[in-house]
């Protein structure tokens, strides 16, 4: 299988706090991946690299064959300019906690607007994919509101749409249920497992809903300490896991498994 | 002292294209100086410290020298570097000069007070830096501002009386330049008075109104 996602001994500090160490990964393309672990294990700080958000310090990491934070100019690494890492762009992107839809626009311009100004969609039909997208979120009749007109979880799903009409390769999804009500969770986590289940999209999931992972996920990599405790298939992560480490933290979702 | 209607009759018509060069003078001014402080504050955020650092050491000097003095140098002293101004064309650069000084805070302040989650966003939907800034940094940030950029639009009316010191005939100079070959000074003065007051009570007004439109909890 290819493998769309490659970390090389990839180091990330910030200031005098070293975050990732050496990590080596990678994910085979059209995967699900969960990301699960302590909070401060460094999770976040993978999805960010990945978004360009983060730069490394050291090692690389190579998106669908090419170098993310990097350039080959001759046969020597160079940093990646901000041309490199625009095209580099085009394959990933991020859902994030805090939803970040854009205030100003409404439901249906913030699926529209970037089709537009950076794929170069014709209105009508960023139109008819960004309605197609809010009916699949189950959003549809909503597309003149505000986003502060809408609730956590629906926010949530326009911002899920959002990330789909730009059709990339990757999706990075960084607990994008944490800051919602518990009673919104589910209908976000539903549209989640249902795009798992039909679209081959390469999907990495940080996430705390330990059932949640075990459906979507075709792997699990439990962190700690920036690195890799663990891994494999969630049937075996979250029934039969090999290291203490990781029963030790599965326990204390017991209730949810 | 008497009040004379016919002193007022003679100097009304020079006043009117005095108030005419005046609100040219306001308004070309806060063109440039709205349009020279968002540059200013774009180049203050900049990424590049030793640029950031110059430009706002530049601009605290302008902002800490009085225009007065920038109107003279503009106007009296560029000719001896061969460069030969108009009056109201130095007006209008030292006023924009002056205040984009002012509104490039105003502006930074709009801009930093942005989350920085939306920055993200952008990026995550691959916005280059120039349509972040266009298309979802800067509408959210300008509703905010407006309050008081606007103010900074009536501060710059009231000032424009220096540029009578580089010879431009505006409101205040019209009214000077009849009272002091007339030696008639209560009319033309009071009515200099009443012209500003006139223009500048409105014009409070209805920086107010856009205080209570665009007040922080109704912008998110
Ligand atoms: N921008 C930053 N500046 C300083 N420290 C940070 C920054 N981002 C993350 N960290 C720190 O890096 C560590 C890993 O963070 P993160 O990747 O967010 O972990 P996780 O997502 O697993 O909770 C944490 O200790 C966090 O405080
Ligand atoms: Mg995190």
């Known amino acids: ?257 | 002292m008497d009040w004379s209607w016919l002193v007022v009759q003679d100097v009304m018509p020079k006043m009117l294209a005095g108030l005419v060069i005046t609100i040219q003078a306001t308004f070309g001014g806060a063109i440039l100086a709205y349009a020279l402080g968002l540059l200013l504050a774009i180049l203050k955020m900049s990424k590049n410290k030793p640029l950031a650092f110059s430009v706002y050491w530049s601009s605290e000097f302008v902002r800490r020298t009085p225009l007065l003095v920038q109107l003279y140098f503009l106007f009296y002293v560029l000719p001896d570097f061969g460069i030969f101004l108009e009056p109201m064309t130095a007006g209008i650069i030292g006023l924009g000069l002056h205040f984009s000084t002012y509104t490039s805070e105003v502006f930074r302040a709009g801009i930093e007070n942005v989350p920085k989650g939306q920055w993200e966003a952008a990026k995550s939907l691959n916005y280059t830096p120039y349509k972040t800034m266009r298309y979802v940094i800067l509408p959210q940030a300008i509703p905010p501002m407006i309050p008081p950029l606007a103010n900074y639009l009536i501060t710059m009316f009231k000032e424009t009386p220096l540029l009578s010191a580089i010879t431009v005939v505006e409101l205040f100079n019209s009214a000077s330049i009849y009272s002091n070959s007339n030696y008639k000074y209560l009319e033309p003065m009071t009515l200099v008075g009443v012209f500003f007051l006139l223009v500048s009570i409105p014009a409070a007004i209805i920086a107010n109104r856009l205080e209570q439109k665009y007040k922080p909890e109704k912008v998110r």
């Open chain 1, 1 to 257: 299988m290819n493998k769309i996602i490659e970390f090389q001994d990839v180091s990330k500090s910030f200031g005098s706090l070293q975050v990732l160490e050496n990590l080596n990964m990678h994910v085979n393309s059209g995967e699900k991946l969960a990301l699960i672990g302590p909070s401060g294990s460094g999770k976040t700080t993978i999805l960010r690299i990945l978004m360009t958000l983060e730069k490394i310090d050291g090692g690389v990491v190579k998106v669908d064959g090419d170098y993310l934070w990097h350039q080959k100019i001759g046969d020597k690494l160079e940093p990646a300019s901000e041309k490199h890492l625009h095209k580099m762009r085009k394959n990933i992107c991020m859902v994030f906690q805090q939803f970040n839809l854009f205030p100003h626009l409404t439901v249906l311009n913030n699926i529209v607007q970037p089709q537009i100004l950076i794929k170069g969609v014709d209105k009508v039909d960023a139109s008819n994919k960004a309605e197609e997208l809010l009916a699949l979120v189950g959003l549809e009749g909503k597309e003149s509101h505000y986003p502060h007109q809408l609730s956590g979880g629906q926010q949530q799903r326009v911002a899920i749409a959002r990330a789909l009409a730009m059709d990339p390769k990757i999706m990075l999804f960084d607990e994008v249920t944490s800051a919602l009500d518990p009673e919104l969770v589910e209908e976000v986590l539903s549209v989640l497992r249902q795009l798992a289940e039909n679209t081959n999209t390469t999907m990495l999931t940080v996430t705390h809903e330990m059932n949640f992972a075990r459906d979507f996920a075709d792997r699990v990599l439990f962190f700690e300490h920036g690195r890799i405790i663990e891994s494999g298939p969630p049937d075996i992560m979250f029934t039969n896991p090999k290291e203490s480490r990781t029963r030790d933290f599965l326990k204390n979702f017991i209730g949810g498994i």
